[in-house]
């Protein structure tokens, strides 16, 4: 069975950090494009941040960008997000998704072949 299951998420002051991981089981990622989506309460899930299969062409949301970082260990089938100079807004449920033979800078949120279940991320202030 293939999964993709996030951990990491908590609760955090504003200007704090945390460290979301993404492991994946029943595959290997090398050929998968993978994304971190978020949905906050009441709005739609929107792209946070999306990583090429080798993890040399990365893309950030605008909203995110300067502050967040997006890795992977694809020998330990893991993708990181990191999460800096948290605010607020940042409160939502953060996804892992991937995708075969998607650009990295081509993923939509109805084109992804794996999802995780999420991890929650509240920030207060």
């Known amino acids: 069975e293939v999964q993709f299951v996030e951990s990491g998420g908590g609760f955090v002051l504003a200007g704090g950090s945390l460290r979301l991981s993404c492991v994946a089981s029943?595959?290997?990622?090398?050929?998968?494009?993978i994304g971190w989506f978020r949905q906050a309460p009441g709005k739609e899930r929107e792209q946070v941040s999306s990583?090429?299969?080798?993890?040399?062409?990365?893309l950030y949301s605008n909203a995110v960008k300067g502050r967040f970082t997006t890795s992977r260990d694809n020998a330990a089938k893991t993708i990181y997000l990191d999460m800096n100079n948290l605010k607020p807004e940042d409160t939502a449920i953060y996804y892992c998704?991937?995708?075969?033979?998607?650009?990295?800078?081509?993923?939509?949120?109805?084109?992804?072949?794996?999802w995780g279940k999420g991890t929650l991320v509240t920030v207060s202030s």
């Open positions: 998704a991937a995708a075969y033979l998607k650009d990295y800078e081509d993923l939509d949120y109805g084109g992804m072949d794996y």
């Open positions: 029943g595959l290997t990622i090398d050929d998968l494009t």
């Open positions: 990583i090429s299969s080798n993890g040399r062409n990365i």
